[in-house]
């Protein structure tokens, strides 16, 4: 269902960009608010730089979901950001209950942002295919984002063995 437009888009192909794009925002809301959970309940000795790295990641997800939502408003779509549809509809591991020694919520943050990593480019192939240059530039940008967020968060692991 999408909403009356000028714009030049197939409906079509609207209604098949649409719930990818919506698949998308729910992992995007999800990781900002796993992001924000480490941020808020880590301890250990590198705090103060992961609580300060972990807040500007957050600050940056946060601007894709925006991106995200409004891309799904302008292609004629309703965009979901509900904490209800969000938990619904995640498709990232959970975040662990509690956790707050920084090299486990190293490990959860690093999960949760390799498996966001592995949506969006899912999403760039599938919104290629669709025939959406749009959209599929806006997942490249976060895509390539989510790899540099990747970096900084497993850059503070020791001991992960190259392969
Ligand atoms: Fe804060």
Known sequence: MTYASRLDLDTALRAAVLPILQSRLSDTLDLQAQVKQAHWNLRGPAFIALHDLFDRIAADIALAADDT???????????????????????LPGWPERVQ???AVLDALAASISAHGRGLRDAIDSTTQIGDAGTADLFTGQSRQTDKQLWLVEAHLSGMKAE
């Open 69 to 91: 939502a409004e891309r799904i408003v302008a292609l004629g779509g309703y965009a979901d950001g509900r904490p209800f549809r969000t938990a619904r509809d995640t498709s």
């Open 101 to 103: 020694a920084q090299g």
